[in-house]
């Protein structure tokens, strides 16, 4: 748990680092839209710097920290969090200990699930919190209600990776196989995005630019992309459940 | 019948694992009871199924067939009830590290009543683990005695304890056997397997044995316990030959080996006293070097048991 606590810090500062440097080449952005563009060797591409030309800085700072930071920072993060939470304990071989306490595997279950979820889900909402204060270094305003929705789409995206990471863990007893077959898929993942025939097929399309800039326009979640990631994470824990009731220490 | 506190009731147990060429039958279905009180020792070569039975009453292990239960409460669900009666320590030695010592017997300790880890604390002083280092700097005795002390500590009806003086040194083993001894004298509930001849016959009040699955009669496991008692090693000033064995044999001597001047016999039940003093005032005997008594090792027990194989 504790080491846990020390790589959510890191990830925590990692990700507002990478926040303060986009805040601060923006200027530089801005100025230079019309031949990034022209510059952006794929059409995804083109599109989200196509999108930051005509919108302005909001679409920039939403595809910085959660298409940017929060998919692949984010996404390994919920992989490497889940991993260790069942098939951790077999590997280092203290799962007995751990269920051979007198709680119900439910419980059991539930608090590392939620300590890892939490793990991974605020350090989202605390560098989105930062960025109306950065606004100023830029003179410009950030409204805090669309950045906390935002943030709120891009951790059940987070979290419904993290259910299927901690789902895998429930029945592996190798986190570090786990893990490295994981992160290989969202890579792929990942990187498809990008290729336009298939781009359809990536599961990014569910935390996708246009989710956060809607956000924006609608102040609110658009249910129709969220509706299915919350049936995704219930669908990952009930199964994680189910799975973890009959492991064998 | 109303079950008393502290009793285990087994009826019928069966776990099948999946092997490599199919099913492999881990616990056979067999009936026992054990308590309420008093300490009861498993015995059985590695692979006898004993930490499977151990883990199948505790509900670690969901049994393929049949039912326990602890003070009449069956084992459902996950078996949270029957863990909230039995305090168990496991035979892998798998702690974690990162955690000083104290650290650690308070997460072994939480879901317990108030007290508990002050218990714990006081029995790990009384062992001398030093509860401030972090757990990864423990030896092997140490972090079975760390487990053991989480395991005593609760006060409940049941305790299981899995190889509890597994790699301890024999002072510790020692002293791990007086404190079962005083928790069983409290009333507790022990079971517990072991491979250690001399402390399950020094603590336990009923021994069982195991082989592949199954029980042996207790009958039969009692009288060749009885037997042990009197195998006895005797180490002549020469190295013996064929007359000294006759001459054995003809003081009432059953069984006797031999290799070099070392003698091995077992003294016959009813006059052991008597043919053991003839035999050491016998002076047509070469001179007595060394003598033991009644410390069969566990692995001649097993050996008559079982035969030479899985010991």
Redesign the interface.
């Known amino acids: 748990m504790?080491?846990l606590l020390l790589y959510t810090l890191l990830y925590t500062i990692v990700m507002e680092l990478m926040l303060v440097a986009a805040v601060l080449y923006w200027p530089d952005f801005e100025q230079n839209v019309d031949a990034l563009r022209l510059l952006a060797p794929i059409k995804s591409v083109k599109d989200i710097v196509q999108e930051i030309e005509q919108e302005g800085v909001i679409p920039y700072i939403t595809s910085q920290q959660f298409f940017k930071g929060g998919n692949t920072l984010g996404t390994a993060a919920a992989v490497l969090f889940a991993v260790g939470a069942v098939a951790g304990e077999a590997h280092?071989?203290?799962l007995?200990?751990l269920?051979?306490?007198?709680?119900?595997?439910?419980r059991i279950l539930s608090e590392r699930w939620l300590f890892g979820a939490v793990c991974c889900c605020l350090p989202v909402f605390l560098t989105s919190a930062t960025i109306p204060w950065m606004g100023s270094w830029i003179d410009e305003d950030f409204d805090i209600v669309p950045l906390m929705l935002c943030s709120v789409h891009e951790s059940l995206f987070l979290l419904a990776v993290y259910g299927a990471a901690f789902f895998c863990s429930t029945i592996g007893s190798n986190p570090t196989r786990i893990a490295l077959v994981l992160l290989f898929v969202s890579t792929f993942q990942f990187a498809i995005y990008f290729i336009e025939v298939v781009t359809k097929w990536s599961l990014y399309r569910l935390a996708d630019l246009k989710d956060f800039t809607k956000i924006y326009e609608d102040y609110a979640l658009d249910w129709t992309v969220c509706g299915p990631l919350v049936a995704a994470i219930v669908l990952s824990f009930t199964a994680s459940y189910l799975a973890f009731?009959?492991r064998?220490? | 019948m109303l079950a008393r506190s502290g009793q285990i009731r087994v009826e019928g147990l069966t776990r099948r694992f999946r092997g490599p060429q199919g099913g492999v039958v881990a616990v056979q279905p067999f009936d026992l009871t054990v308590g309420p009180g008093g300490v009861t020792g498993i015995l059985g070569p590695n692979g006898s199924g004993k930490s499977t039975l151990l883990r199948m009453i505790l509900g670690l292990v969901p049994p393929g067939a049949g039912a326990t239960s602890v003070d009449g409460m069956p084992l459902t669900g996950d078996g949270l009830t029957i863990r909230e009666r039995v305090a168990y320590a496991p035979g892998e030695l798998a702690v974690y590290g990162e955690l000083t010592g104290k650290a650690h017997l308070r997460w072994l300790t939480a879901g317990r009543r108030r007290g508990t880890l002050a218990r714990a604390i006081e029995l790990a002083d009384e062992l001398g683990l030093p509860l401030r280092r972090r757990v990864r700097g423990y030896s092997h005795g140490m972090k079975r005695q760390l487990l053991l002390a989480a395991a005593l500590a609760p006060q409940v009806p049941v305790r299981i304890l899995d190889e509890p003086t597994e790699g301890l040194d024999p002072s510790k083993r020692a002293q791990i056997v007086d404190l079962l001894a005083r928790d069983a004298a409290r009333g507790t509930t022990i079971l517990l397997s072991s491979h250690h001849l001399g402390e399950v016959d020094r603590v336990c009040d009923r021994i069982l044995f195991m082989r592949a699955g199954r029980l042996i009669d207790e009958e039969e496991a009692r009288s060749l316990f009885r037997r042990a008692r009197r195998v006895t090693r005797l180490t002549l000033a020469q190295p013996a030959d064929a007359t000294t064995i006759e001459h054995l044999e003809g003081l009432g001597a059953e069984e006797v080996s031999s290799d070099g001047p070392r003698l091995r016999f077992v003294l016959p039940e009813a006059t052991h006293r008597a043919t053991l003093a003839a035999i050491l005032a016998d002076e047509s005997l070469p001179a007595p070097q060394a003598l033991s008594f009644g410390d069969a090792s566990l692995e001649e027990i097993y050996r008559t048991l079982y035969g030479s194989e899985g010991i």
């Open positions: 504790r080491s280092r071989g203290t007995e200990l269920l051979a306490r007198p709680y119900s595997r439910l009731r009959r064998l220490p």
